[in-house]
């Protein structure tokens, strides 16, 4: 399985954006996938995933009521929409996929995600 990811770029505080991820190979339906975000010297964290059918999501504290991430198995793509950007929001944002437990519990642990997309930087000027 490999991630394209798509749709970062520079936009205002209060504007919205919408990334991308489209993956390869014929199982995408039964997986479980993700968003994680990361600064320079920080962590990646955790913003939103969900589950291989699409029935649960869940979303880090700092982003639920403003992102939404969806999941179309007919394109083998998921998405992150995200609203109301701040300048925290700043990250290069990357999508993942858990390959090794389809269609097994969901989870905000980066480590229970075994392929990821490249960065796709995001930037909200204040």
């Known amino acids: 399985v490999q991630l394209q990811a798509s749709g970062g770029g520079l936009v205002q505080a209060g504007d919205s954006l919408r990334l991308s991820c489209t993956a390869s190979?014929?199982?995408?339906?039964?997986?479980?996938v993700g968003w994680f975000r990361q600064t320079p010297g920080k962590e990646r964290e955790f913003v939103a995933a969900?589950?291989?059918?699409?029935?649960?999501?869940l979303y880090a504290d700092s982003v639920k009521g403003r992102f939404r991430i969806s999941k179309d198995n007919a394109k083998n793509t998921f998405y992150l929409e995200m609203n109301t950007l701040n300048a925290d929001d700043t990250a290069d944002y990357y999508c993942?996929?858990?390959?090794?437990?389809?269609?097994?519990?969901?989870?905000?642990?980066?480590?229970?995600?075994?392929?990821w997309g490249h960065g796709t930087l995001v930037t909200v000027s204040s």
């Open positions: 190979g014929d199982l995408f339906s039964s997986y479980n």
């Open positions: 993942t996929v858990e390959t090794r437990s389809r269609m097994g519990p969901l989870s905000m642990r980066s480590a229970a995600y075994d392929i």
């Open positions: 969900i589950n291989w059918r699409g029935g649960r999501v």
